[in-house]
């Protein structure tokens, strides 16, 4: 029973002795500029990776992140490039991610196409509409106020910060409080099961993709007022690191498991480890290594823990 | 002996499966292992099987002390297991998971002697299986059947039967009996565990009873008598015999019409459905509840003329159908008792928008209550129930559900004698409040014990109705024959 408690907490446990060896290891670590960063640069990832959660959840997959965080940035910069107001720029940019979320769900749920290739495929379309759209050139004509949405401060703690924290709030209410959530632990865990019970698990499935697809869109969004412009390019590769921070916080590919705690705890080791190797002067070589191991390694207890079966 | 175990103990994480499991096994010995939900059985074997380690005890094979750290172990030591729930490839066809793993030591795979003598095996036994099929799309009887093929041909020297019976209908539960009785010939040892206190009354030899993980009896069976049986498995008396008292029926709830299949339910009855392996019964269950289309037949419910195109139509129309596939459709595994308990109906345990927990946690612990679930808490997982309790789980579903009319489609599969009557009772009482009941099963005392009416199927026709009261000879004269052929038995 101890173990069994003490193997729970084990995802707490890893971030708190990294967060410590960081401190003692840098002094400049632990300096409110650089955990302010490490939050900003987390940021954008874990609301990704808070959608993919219940994605994976659900039992699928979304490939297709990185993808759609380009199109909400580069249609929010672009709306407001064309005098949008801030507010409504940044609408557009989560409708945006909605409706490429639905479009995955739908196609997911009519075609009964397997996710991976689903995503797969739109991952490749929306870039390519994205490049299409902008013709491949960045957005930069984007009014200042703009910048406060991933750089501003309130109250002393950066306002992605307090963002991030509304969305986890909202997506583990939705999790765990809610006919979605817990339908979309049903299909994810036992499809056949789930349709069985009379569950609608083609509306419920496309839900999830949708609203991965507007918390998508607001993280192009923060990501666009980081950089100030809209980069047809960016979130290349996101997806993976969205995924791994599901995957290290107890997320399984098999569908059914997985904790927004879990996932925050996931990102931000993530993050800690990218932000640690910097100050160490860890190549980012060697870094992508690291990343990689720590994957493997947080899986693999996982698995220990459960066939344990405590 | 052959097999000796002594005071074998296992543990999951909190909760005891095994404290002194004790058996013992000779060749050509039929050891029945018997026990209520939850007791241990399958973990015992288990554990002989190498698919479990146990904590404590000893295992003797042959004399010597033995531990199998996994099942090709046990297997390259002459002992094969058909499981309870089944393990099976389900993208292989027959033949390739019947010799799975044996496959041989050449590196191509032999693929058509590996058909031909699935084929051969499988005409031996004049099973309802083509050696090419696919697994998934195998019923659990079907899947039952693949099982046992897999276990006999390898020549081992014990085999462990879990449940083999439990889907199965009579036709092919003789052939079982049949079977066990030509491995006793040779001399093979066969263990077998099963909730049917009649089975293999005439074949088995010993019996021993396992009860909270404890053996809490063995012996002989010749001599042992129903009740005794009983009370060592429960610790107490029980009336294991059931009988209803019909009610007189009401309006009508649920007509089905097809072209040689038409037949209503009313409210307060228990109509059962028999039929051999095939008959189309599930099919007919599954037509009902909106799952596919077989015999494109024509709806009514309570009178008015209705199309259901999926569960969800059917569950808003007040249907439930408690599938006989319980691992496929019936059951989320991974989930907490209480997820699965509440999935079909989130709105009692929901305030507004928002799930209710504690209510959740109440409901759930009122059915582990009233089906005796043998659970630690309603947060465990489904799928770390024994298959009995698996079964009740599955039941609680629907019972929390309040529909008004159900299809239960082989619901005491895998139940002990006790919460098989409990379950007759609920049955009973749910008819007594005006709902209507099909109740599909292979196991025909139990149809009669419970049925009002019994409609009989042969090849996805009604071939018959007879009454509650009738004998096991008619139905099977039923479902074997057709009209003509009935005349000339
Ligand atoms: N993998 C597991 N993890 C946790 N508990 C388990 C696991 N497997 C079995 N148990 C528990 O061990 C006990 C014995 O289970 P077992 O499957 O051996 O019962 P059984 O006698 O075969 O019952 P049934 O007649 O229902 O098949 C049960 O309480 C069950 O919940
Ligand atoms: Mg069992």
Redesign the pocket.
């Known amino acids: 029973m101890k173990s069994g408690v003490l193997k729970r907490l084990l995802p707490f446990l890893t971030l708190f002795v990294l967060f410590i060896s960081l401190s003692i290891a840098s002094e400049n670590f632990l300096t409110t500029t650089n955990l302010s960063a490490v939050v900003r640069q987390t940021a954008v990832i874990n609301i990704m990776a808070l959608g993919m959660t219940m994605v994976i959840i659900a039992g699928a997959i979304d490939l297709s992140v990185g993808s759609i965080l380009a199109m909400g940035g580069l249609l929010g910069t672009m709306a407001m490039e064309k005098g949008a107001p801030i507010p409504a720029g940044v609408a557009v940019g989560i409708a945006a991610g909605m409706f490429w979320g639905f479009a995955n769900g739908f196609l997911v749920t009519r075609l009964k196409i397997n996710p991976f290739i689903v995503t797969l495929g739109t991952l490749g379309i929306v870039r390519g509409l994205t490049l299409i759209i902008s013709n491949g050139l960045p957005v930069h004509q984007i009014p200042q106020g703009f910048s406060y949405l991933g750089e501003g401060t309130v109250a002393g703690v950066p306002f992605v910060l307090w963002i991030l924290l509304l969305c986890a709030a909202g997506v583990h209410t939705v999790l765990e409080h809610t006919r979605l959530g817990r339908y979309a632990f049903a299909i994810g865990s036992n499809p056949d099961a789930a349709y069985y019970a009379g569950i609608p698990v083609a509306f419920h499935t496309t839900a999830v993709f949708a609203i991965c697809g507007m918390l998508t869109g607001l993280a192009g969004m923060i990501e666009a007022s980081r950089l100030m412009t809209g980069q047809p390019t960016a979130g290349t590769g996101y997806e993976l690191q969205a995924i791994a921070a599901v995957v290290i916080g107890g997320g399984s590919l098999r569908g059914g498991e997985g904790t927004v705690v879990g996932t925050l705890i996931g990102a931000f080791i993530m993050g800690l480890l990218a932000n640690g190797s910097d100050l160490l002067g860890i190549s980012p070589y060697v870094q992508q290594a690291i990343i990689g191991a720590v994957i493997i390694l947080a899986v693999t207890v996982d698995e220990l823990r459960k066939r344990k079966?405590v | 002996m052959l097999l000796s175990l002594e005071g074998i103990q296992k543990r999951?994480?909190g909760?005891t499966?095994l404290r002194n499991g004790n058996l013992a096994v000779a060749a050509g010995e039929v050891h029945l292992l018997m026990?209520?939900?939850?007791?241990?059985?399958?973990?015992?074997m288990k554990i002989v099987a190498g698919m479990q380690a146990a904590d404590g005890g000893i295992m003797r094979w042959q004399g010597q002390e033995v531990r199998f750290l996994n099942p090709s172990a046990a297997a390259a030591n002459g002992i094969a297991m058909v499981h309870?729930e089944s393990l099976l490839a389900p993208h292989l066809t027959v033949a390739e998971n019947i010799f799975l793993g044996r496959e041989g030591n050449s590196f191509l795979v032999p693929r058509r002697r590996m058909m031909e003598a699935a084929a051969r095996l499988i005409a031996e036994h004049h099973f309802p299986l083509q050696a090419d099929w696919r697994v998934e799309r195998l019923s659990p009887a079907g899947k039952q059947l693949v099982e046992i093929c897999r276990a006999i041909q390898h020549g081992s020297s014990l085999l462990i039967f879990d449940?083999p019976t439990s889907s199965l209908s009579e036709a092919e539960t003789q052939e079982v009996f049949r079977i066990v009785a030509t491995l006793k010939q040779r001399n093979v040892g066969v263990i077998y565990?099963t909730?049917r206190l009649e089975e293999l009354r005439a074949l088995g030899d010993r019996v021993t009873v396992?009860r909270d993980?404890e053996t809490v009896h063995t012996g002989p069976l010749a001599g042992l008598s129903r009740q005794e049986l009983i009370r060592h498995m429960v610790g107490r008396e029980v009336a294991a015999i059931y009988h209803r008292e019909p009610v007189a029926p009401g309006a009508e709830m649920l007509a089905f019409d097809a072209p040689g299949l038409s037949f209503t339910l009313r409210a307060g009855e228990i109509v059962g459905l028999a039929g051999l392996m095939g008959a189309g019964r599930t099919e007919l269950c599954q037509e009902i509840f909106g799952v596919a289309r077989h015999y494109h037949g024509a709806l009514r419910i309570a009178g008015a003329p209705r199309t259901i195109q999926s569960p969800g139509d059917a569950v808003a129309a007040g249907i439930a159908l408690i599938t006989e596939d319980r691992q496929r459709t019936g059951l989320a595994r991974g989930l907490p008792i209480s997820h699965n308990t509440t999935l079909a109906s989130l709105h009692r345990v929901s305030r507004g928008t928002l799930l209710d927990h504690p209510a959740e946690r109440r409901l759930t612990q009122d059915f582990i209550e009233r089906l005796r679930i043998?659970?630690e808490s309603p947060r465990q997982l489904a799928g770390?129930?024994?298959?009995?309790?698996q079964q009740k789980v599955v039941i609680a579903k629907w019972l929390a559900r309040q529909a008004r009319i159900f299809l239960f489609d082989e619901p005491t599969r895998?139940i002990?004698v006790g919460a098989k009557v409990e379950v007759f009772e609920l049955m009973d009482s749910l008819a007594r409040e005006g709902a209507a009941i099909l109740m599909v099963s292979s196991e025909l005392p139990e149809l009669i014990q419970v049925a009002d009416r019994i409609l009989v199927m042969r090849r996805g026709r009604l071939n018959g109705e007879l009454p509650g009261r009738t004998t096991q000879e008619e139905i099977m004269k039923r479902a074997t024959f057709g009209e003509s052929e009935q005349a000339i038995q």
Not at chain 2, 35 to 44: D, H, P, V
Not at chain 2, 384 to 389: A, I
């Open positions: 079966g | 999951f994480g909760v499966a026990g209520e939900n939850g007791a241990g059985k399958s973990t015992l309870q449940e565990i909730h396992l993980g043998k659970a770390r129930l024994s298959g009995g309790n895998g002990d």
